[in-house]
């Protein structure tokens, strides 16, 4: 059976934002998505589409000019449905790519020279002490010049600091903890890092400063200290300073300790962070959808973009919810089960499914007698993936 290709060639995509990419190359049709490296599709007899070493099967749905419009993506356990974006066409002659190579190379040369041409202003920026990150950025471009690469601590910069230590000294004991942290700063880069680090010390446990409390974390990672940076993280979890709330959770949770990382991801959100809240959020979508509203809702307020987003799913389910068990909406019972599928558990799903089903809803059919089919199929060992 021959059937030209090139319709159903495009990219298709999913209100949540997952991709499938079809291409073809010569007479053959490519699948290419997240999970699925790149994969031949072969045509079947029943005008669906096997694709090669998956359970996965295509349904295109050909518009009335012969161009693919959507396309349903299914998998022994659900159906997704993906609607066209771009249509994709044959790869680029050598001719092309090679331009587009030249082009590259020609802005990559270009920014090249002109790093090189910033690198003596921003050297001099340095040794005039406008902006720590001067001499950071001057000693990473000192690697590819014949610069020392500890230009920034240069005869020139180190008076150059040791007078803006001398012109803030007093400032800084009498209490004004900016002024702390500019000396401990200059102290760094002078190579005195017991005197930056007592300054940073009282400044953060004293005054409870963030910023110096911040500084002081990212010395002590830097020199390979992380007890004492988690200690203290610890001993800064205050609303002044909510990011060390925010960092600790992080390094429990990488530990595994998800108890006692979400009680600082709390303290974090109930302090301020947004990123927490958000973390949060997602903690709980699984079983607790109303704490978890509340978590995105105040990450939403503090201009967390995924967060609304995810918010506004999680409104959506409970309101089809409510319309699901109380108007016995078949429309709100599928729509609750799709979301269960995507974020909950597939049995949960499946029976929301069986409920739209029950109540007229043909999709919510479709898909529960596929499964059931599939299952019968599993407990007599028969082949499921060409269904």
């Known amino acids: ?23 073809y190359e010569g007479d053959q049709l490519y699948l290419k998505t997240s999970e699925i490296h790149k994969e031949k599709c072969h045509l079947r007899a029943d005008g669906l589409f096997s694709v090669e070493n998956t ?3 295509l349904n295109f749905q050909i518009g009335p000019d012969g161009i693919a419009r959507n396309l349903t993506f299914i998998l022994p356990d659900r159906q997704t449905v993906a609607v066209r974006d771009i249509p994709l066409f044959k790869e680029q002659s050598l001719f092309e790519k090679f331009r587009e190579l030249f082009i590259a190379l020609i802005v990559f040369f270009a920014l090249v020279g002109l790093f090189f041409l910033l690198q003596s202003p921003i050297q001099k920026a340095c040794d005039q002490g406008l902006h720590p990150y001067f001499c950071k950025i001057a000693s990473i471009g000192s690697r590819y010049t014949n610069t020392s690469s500890s230009h920034y601590q240069s005869k020139e910069a180190q008076e150059t600091y040791k007078q803006i230590t001398e012109d803030t000294k007093e400032d800084c ?3 004004d903890n900016e002024a702390c942290l500019l000396m401990a700063k200059n102290l760094y880069k002078l190579g005195q890092t017991d005197e930056s680090f007592e300054v940073l010390k009282r400044s953060c446990s004293q005054s409870k400063h963030g910023p110096s409390c911040i500084q002081l974390k990212e010395y002590y990672l830097a020199g390979g200290q992380i007890d004492e940076a988690m200690e203290l993280l610890n001993d800064t979890c205050t609303p002044s300073t909510p990011d060390s709330c925010f960092d600790l959770a992080w390094n429990l949770e990488r530990d595994k300790l998800h108890a006692k990382a979400n009680k600082y991801f709390n303290r974090a959100c109930e302090y ?12 709980h979508l699984k079983f607790e959808r109303v704490l978890s509203q509340g978590y995105l809702d105040k990450a939403c307020k503090r201009y967390h973009r995924k967060s609304c987003v995810l918010l506004k799913k999680v409104d959506q389910f409970l309101l089809h919810k409510r319309k699901c068990q109380e108007d016995n909406s078949p429309q709100s019972c599928f729509l609750m089960a799709s979301f269960e599928q995507d974020y909950g ?7 929301v499914y069986e409920r ?3 109540l007229g809803y043909k999709l919510a059919c479709n898909i529960v007698k596929t499964q059931k089919t599939k299952e019968r199929l599993k407990k007599s060992d028969q082949r499921v993936d060409t269904l």
């Open 345 to 351: 558990e597939r049995e949960v799903a499946f029976s």
């Open 356 to 358: 739209s089903c029950e």
């Open 173 to 175: 004991f009498e209490g």
């Open 272 to 283: 301020g962070v947004a990123e927490a809240c958000y973390h949060l959020g997602q903690f």
């Open 1 to 23: 059976m021959t059937q030209r290709k090139e319709p159903y060639a495009g990219v298709y995509k999913q209100n949540d934002g997952n991709t499938f990419i079809v291409t």
């Open 55 to 57: 359970n996965a099967l």
